[in-house]
Nanobody
Framework: QVQLVESGGGLVQAGGSLRLSCAASGRTTFSRYAMGWFRQAPGKEREFVAAISWNGGTTWYADSVKGRFTISRDNVKNTVYLQMNSLKPEDTAVYYC????????????????WGQGTQVTVSS
């Protein structure tokens, strides 16, 4: 079992930055898991944002965030991060982190554990 807790969300003006964190705990080894970030805006389906392999050597990004968001991880601190720059109103959503024991993937169904989410609101 892996427990995931996101933090760092909030209200920011367009063009601003936020850094999300996701702390993992549980009776398992964090570095066994690829990690991902997803988001869900009101009335929309959950969508892939970014993912990172178990050792941080490979990353994946949605086209909508490429060049603005950066995913990273610290396997000593059991934490994954999402640095979000140049935020736009369309980035407003609840952001979820997730852990996959099946490698890095953009498919939500391939993730085994999910956090409770953190709200990000970008004002215009």
């Amino acid at each position: 079992q892996v427990q995931l807790v996101e933090s760092g969300g909030g209200l920011v003006q367009a063009g601003g930055s936020l850094r999300l964190s996701c702390a993992a705990s549980g009776r398992t080894t964090f570095s066994r898991y690829a990690m991902g970030w997803f988001r869900q805006a009101p009335g929309k389906e959950r969508e892939f944002v970014a993912a990172i392999s178990w050792n941080g050597g490979t990353t994946w990004y949605a086209d909508s965030v490429k060049g603005r968001f950066t995913i990273s991880r610290d396997n000593v601190k059991n934490t994954v991060y999402l640095q979000m720059n140049s935020l736009k109103p369309e980035d407003t959503a609840v952001y979820y982190c997730a852990a996959s024991g099946r490698g890095g993937t953009v498919v939500a169904g391939m993730y085994d554990y999910w956090g409770q989410g953190t709200q990000v609101t970008v004002s215009s």
